[in-house]
Each structure stands twice: as C-alpha cells, then as structure tokens.
C-alpha cells in the first residue's frame, strides 16, 4: 500500500521561502517517478514539479527559476523548495508517485492528503 505523507507547510509572507517534504512507504522509491501538483480554491490540481528516478527534473513554467525539487532516495523522501513565494502559489500542494514504467499513465500514480501553503500579501 502507498503511502505519502507530506508535511512542512504553512503561512508566510510574499517574497519569502518554504520547503516542504514528502516521505514514501510501501514502494520501492528508487523506481518511482515523484512529484508535487498543487490546487488552489475553486481551482483545478495543476503539475507543480516531477523527478524522475535519475533525477531528472520537470517544473511548469510559473515555478520555474522559483522552486527547486529534489529527491533522497536513502530516505524515500521527497522536497520542494519554495523561493520568492507569491500570494498566487497559495493552495494546498499534494505529494504524487508513480511508478516510471507507467509514468506516461498519471492516473496509476498515488496521492498524499496534502499540505496547505498559505502566502500572505
């Protein structure tokens, strides 16, 4: 059973930083294909990041030069580091795993419950 547990979230001002974190269980890490969505009120889930198993890296272009994600496969753990927070990137961003053999499939991937970044103006 996959499990994603997410965790670091919170509120901070305009212009500031956040990292948040995702840990991993019930998968082999190291084959799976990670990565953050997020969903703002009202909102559809958009792609925020994936990293592939070799670390190869996809951001959507209103991240971009913004957050970085990263992956510690010894920790089955993933992060996102949030710089030059705007009050538009406020939602609750979700934890996603999929295995890279079906990668191209995203609804096999799994979900974490999420955690909400709030960024104040």
């Known amino acids: 059973q996959v499990q994603l547990v997410e965790f670091g979230g919170g509120l901070v001002q305009a212009g500031g930083s956040l990292r948040i974190s995702c840990v991993a269980s019930?998968?082999?890490?190291?084959?799976?294909?990670m990565g953050w969505y997020r969903q703002a009120p009202g909102e559809q889930r958009e792609l925020v990041a994936l990293?592939?198993?070799?670390?190869?890296?996809t951001y959507a272009d209103f991240v971009k030069g913004r957050f970085t994600i990263s992956r510690e496969n010894g920790k089955s753990t993933i992060h996102l580091q949030m710089n030059s927070l705007k009050p538009e990137d406020t939602a609750v961003y979700y934890c996603?795993?999929?295995?890279?053999?079906?990668?191209?499939?995203?609804?096999?991937?799994?979900w974490g419950q999420g955690t909400q970044v709030t960024v104040s103006s």
């Open positions: 019930g998968i082999i890490f190291s084959t799976y294909v």
């Open positions: 990293i592939t198993p070799g670390s190869s890296t």
């Open positions: 996603y795993a999929v295995p890279l053999a079906v990668a191209q499939h995203p609804d096999l991937g799994s």
